[in-house]
């Protein structure tokens, strides 16, 4: 049953990827550029996602998931040094190309051999983030 | 008149949906550098086929999508260190930033989360920044 709806769920998510334009690096890149011709449609995908969202985690309020004992959670609210660094590195992979990890992995059979290498580069470098998180929090307090 | 904003409510809906299901089925953030980055970094002994299971459509659905007929296009650089260069930063920072615009942006955002809030702003706007630079700054496309 996990894996059903694991199965549904990343169907869904990818389909939606497709169909909202966000595995097209340009509609990205477009975004992006507020200063030159901004494309807006990013935000309505944003807006999209967020409602049925914010509905779902408005029921989990005294509930429990289908599978499992509890929701996630809420995160500890403070900033910490890695969650800005983290967020600029990021944020720069994403302003070069115009990919993100979910449309990498949902574009991998119409991609091309460029989205192949994006998505191995992006592998690699989940693999040295540990050590590079470790060497972050070895500077000091993040807090 | 440019109709990509109504495809784009109509996929935002669908991936909206689709934390919901795996948040409500399975009590799980729907991150797609999280549900990746964890099994490759060994950090998620556990749950390794419910990943693998989501994975599986997530790769699967389009390309079933794109082989019966659904215009698939990427526009992806043909600079290939540019390539690398991104894929490197996105794979690093979204890891030491502890998610991405699924994970932070859609699951973050709806639970009004001030570190998926924070999060989200710092990666738009570097983007923004990088793009600036690129496109307007530095004079190549």
Not at chain 2, 72 to 92: D, E, F, S
Request: hydrophobic share 50%; charged share 10%; glycine share 18%.
């Amino acid at each position: 049953m996990r894996h059903l709806i694991a199965l549904i769920s990343g169907a869904l998510f990818g389909a939606g990827l497709l169909v909202s334009g966000m595995t097209n690096t340009q509609k990205v890149l477009g975004f992006l550029d507020f200063f030159g011709d901004w494309d807006p449609t990013l935000v309505f995908v944003m807006g999209g996602a967020i409602v049925p969202m914010a509905v779902a985690w408005a029921y989990t309020r005294g509930r429990k998931p289908l599978n499992g004992d509890s929701f996630p959670a809420p995160a500890d609210p403070r900033l910490d040094r890695s969650l800005i660094v983290g967020g600029v590195l990021f944020g720069a992979g994403w302003g070069l190309v115009g990919l993100c990890p979910g449309p990498a992995l949902a574009s991998l059979s119409f991609g091309g051999i460029g989205g192949l290498g994006f998505l191995l580069a992006m592998l690699a470098g989940m693999v040295l983030a540990p050590v590079a998180r470790r060497r972050l929090d070895s500077i000091g307090p993040s807090h | 008149m440019n109709m990509d904003w109504i495809w784009g409510l109509v996929g935002g809906l669908m991936i909206g949906c689709a934390a919901a299901i795996y948040l409500l089925g399975n009590g799980r953030i729907m991150g797609a550098s999280g549900i990746v980055g964890g099994m490759i970094d060994g950090s998620a002994s556990k749950l390794m086929s419910e990943r693998a299971a989501f994975l599986v459509g997530l790769i699967g659905m389009p390309a079933v999508l794109v082989a019966t007929g659904v215009v698939g296009q990427t526009l992806l650089t043909g600079n290939v260190p540019l390539i690398l260069c991104a894929g490197l930063l996105v794979g690093l920072g979204t890891r030491i930033g502890n998610g991405c615009t699924s994970g932070h942006g859609v699951c973050g955002i709806s639970r009004l989360s001030p570190r998926g809030i924070v999060a989200t702003c710092v990666y738009i706007g570097t983007g923004a920044l990088v793009v600036a630079l690129l496109r307007h700054g530095l004079g190549f496309a």
